[in-house]
């Protein structure tokens, strides 16, 4: 073709293409340019029992700049991360820290049970004939941590330390390689660890000698930390009789009751501190950890049904400690600038205080001896003579398996004879065969319930009893007030920080087991072994 044929091109068109192409051509060097955040040398993770984002929303105004108000305005947070079902303190936490759900991560919840033995115990326990700490282990954690993998991609040239008020939930924070994991003994306040974690430094050593639970435990209550008029949506009687706990020698269950109250919250805080002046994290040739477990569950211990007003102090006090820890490792560690602090809640309990019998309210007593015993007698009229219920443990009955075989009936037949039977009791909502739980047969939310069910713990029929109903006689009959079921969502609340993550709010449930992708992914090292979740891309 002649180039008289091509179209002709005025000097200012040209110059305006010219001058476009220039601002593109930069603006994609700009872009090629841009290089990453620096990745943080220290990260900061809390878990935090029972934290609920309505208390947060209620008490927001009350809160100090520094603290949970720091978090909302200033990190990613996340409204809703969803567990599927009701979990404990113990399974909740490990589903943060390796992205998997029990199924896979092996804690179904904080206590195993031993269905050769027929007795329950620690999840966390390797010995359950010897229960103490030095016993205490990871083993039953079956896939990494965050921290695992954090040791894992420096080499071992970085440092973890995990701490919390027990032993569950230090060592969900710890994992199998951290360098050490202190919770406090139960029997003398003291901070312990396990043989599981070789290093209890002279950090500890000596602070246990001078700042142990059991040497302030005699000072230290519990009572209202602001004017009781300032608590919201407070009735008039809590009001005149404002709570007052004390700690004193006369308690039998002194430690565990400090344990649970959220002022335990402030020797954490006070520990974590002393590791940030002292171990110097964030100086190492790799990135540090230090993993911290805090409680705002409601108190055990209490005495009134109504517990908001100490629910609500423990808010305040956490607001407090989330603000020094802050502050701490702004001023004796590496700086916010430099650190990924995540602060995740596990689901508060959906279990509550019974209500006062004036109001009418339905409910009742599950007996779960008088359960046990109903259905021998009909499974003996069925198959025959035996011991066919050989216990009961966290919703599920055991069927005897040794007498299945020597009886030689289908253990299918059994388990839908069992459940049809427990159907019909008074106070049971729900009864599921595990047969029917594993292929995800039930009413609702089945896959959340299939994949937080551990076939090697898990019974063979799975019991939900009706809201307003007590168990009694189960594993939960040992607390120290009387607790009754109520149907709950299973969420809480996160928070992530981190250098060069711009802060905004996700109001859609996003699921756990994202959390610790998410974390390892921001540090630029690979997911749990557990994690088949895609991280949030923040």
Same mark, same amino acid.
């Given at each position: ?32 340019? &841009? ?449 009754? &079921? ?53």
């Amino acid at each position: 073709m002649a180039l008289s044929n091509y179209p002709t091109i005025n000097k200012t068109t040209f110059a305006r293409t010219l001058a476009t192409a220039f601002v593109m051509a930069m603006t994609y060097s700009g872009l090629k340019a &841009e290089t990453p955040a620096s990745r943080p040398v220290l990260v900061v993770g809390v878990t935090v029992e029972g934290l609920s984002a309505d208390y947060l929303e209620l008490l927001r105004d009350k809160f100090g700049p520094d603290g949970l108000n720091c978090l909302l305005n200033n990190a990613v947070t996340i409204t809703d991360l969803d567990f599927g079902t009701p979990l404990d303190g113990a399974a909740a936490a490990t589903i943060i820290h390796t992205g998997a759900a029990p199924t896979v991560n092996g804690i179904a919840a904080g206590t195993f049970y031993d269905k050769d033995n027929r007795r329950s115990f620690s999840s966390f326990l390797s010995d359950p004939t010897d229960d103490i700490p030095a016993n205490y282990s990871p083993a039953r954690i079956i896939s990494t941590t965050i921290a695992d993998e954090l040791r894992i991609d420096g080499g071992g040239m970085c440092e973890v330390h995990s701490i919390a008020p027990d032993a569950a939930l230090a060592i969900a924070g710890a994992g199998h390689s951290a360098s050490s994991a202190h919770w406090i003994s139960d029997t003398d306040g003291k901070w312990v660890t396990s043989k599981a974690y070789p290093d209890s430094s002279p950090l500890i050593q000596n602070y246990n000698r001078t700042h142990s639970v059991a040497t302030v435990l005699d000072t230290l209550g519990w009572s209202p930390s602001i004017s009781v008029n300032d608590y919201p949506d407070i009735p008039s009687f809590r009001r005149a009789y404002p709570f007052s706990i004390r700690f004193g020698r006369g308690e039998t269950e002194r430690y565990r009751m400090f344990k649970s109250a959220p002022v335990v919250n402030q020797v954490v805080t006070d520990l974590a501190i002393e590791y940030l002046r002292t171990l110097e994290p964030g100086t190492h040739e790799a990135p540090d950890m230090l993993s911290l477990a805090y409680t705002v569950r409601p108190y055990p211990y209490g005495r009134d049904n109504d517990y908001k007003l100490e629910t609500m102090d423990g808010y305040l006090r956490l607001d407090r400690d989330i603000a020094r820890l802050i502050k701490a490792i702004d001023k004796n560690g590496p700086g916010m600038d430099r650190t990924l602090l995540f602060v995740a809640g596990t689901p508060p309990t959906p279990r509550t205080r019974r209500d006062d019998d004036k109001w009418n309210l339905p409910g009742g007593e599950f007996h779960v001896k008088r359960a046990i015993s109903l259905l021998n007698l009909y499974l003996i009229q069925k198959f025959g003579n035996g011991e066919w219920i050989t216990g009961y443990h966290n919703g599920y009955f055991y069927i005897n398996p040794t007498l299945v075989a020597n009886l030689e009936v289908d253990p299918v037949v059994v388990r839908k004879e069992t459940a049809a039977f427990l159907r019909r009791m008074s106070g049971v909502a729900y009864a599921y065969t595990i047969d029917e739980v594993t292929s995800r047969d039930i009413h609702d939310n089945s896959e959340a319930v299939c994949r937080n069910t551990r076939l090697d713990s898990s019974g063979d029929v799975l019991v939900t009893v009706a809201p307003g109903w007590q168990i009694i006689d189960g594993d939960i009959a040992s607390t120290p007030v009387p607790l009754v &079921e109520r149907m709950a969502s299973s969420t809480s609340p996160a928070f992530i920080m981190a250098p060069g993550i711009t802060p905004q709010k996700i109001t859609t449930p996003v699921d756990a087991r994202i959390l610790a992708p998410t974390v390892t992914g921001l540090m630029r090292i690979r997911a749990p072994s557990g994690a088949s979740l895609a991280p949030l891309r923040l």
